[in-house]
Nanobody
Framework: QVQLVESGGGLVQAGGSLRLSCAAS????????MGWYRQAPGKRRDLVAT???????NYSDSVKGRFTITRDGAKNTVYLQMNSLKPEDTAVYYC??????????????WGKGTLVTVSS
């Protein structure tokens, strides 16, 4: 059993900052790519940022220069630092991780999401 738990969402004014965290726990052998996705009301879930085990990052054009994704391998945790937030960043943010379990299974794991609301 593997679990991802996000934290750090909340309400912030436009121009403000938030830091999201996502910790993976359970029967983990290794974690490959990790990432953040978001889903606004009535819209599809879209990629925000990803980070590989080799710490190669990728960002959607809408957040480049404002958001930073990092990871702590020792803690099995991925972070998303969000600066200069805009009302259009309002969404439920989901953590994703590609995990190999101790039993040898490959799993695509998702967190339950954390709500970020940016007021104008």
């Amino acid at each position: 059993q593997v679990q991802l738990v996000e934290s750090g969402g909340g309400l912030v004014q436009a121009g403000g900052s938030l830091r999201l965290s996502c910790a993976a726990s359970g029967s983990i052998f290794s974690i490959n790519d990790m990432g953040w996705y978001r889903q606004a009301p009535g819209k599809r879930r879209d990629l925000v940022a990803t980070i590989t085990r080799g710490v190669i990052t990728n960002y959607s054009d809408s957040v480049k220069g404002r958001f930073t994704i990092t990871r702590d391998g020792a803690k099995n945790t991925v972070y998303l630092q969000m600066n200069s937030l805009k009302p259009e960043d309002t969404a439920v943010y989901y953590c994703h991780a590609a995990i190999t379990t101790r039993e040898g299974y490959g799993m695509d794991c998702w967190g339950k999401g954390t709500l970020v609301t940016v007021s104008s």
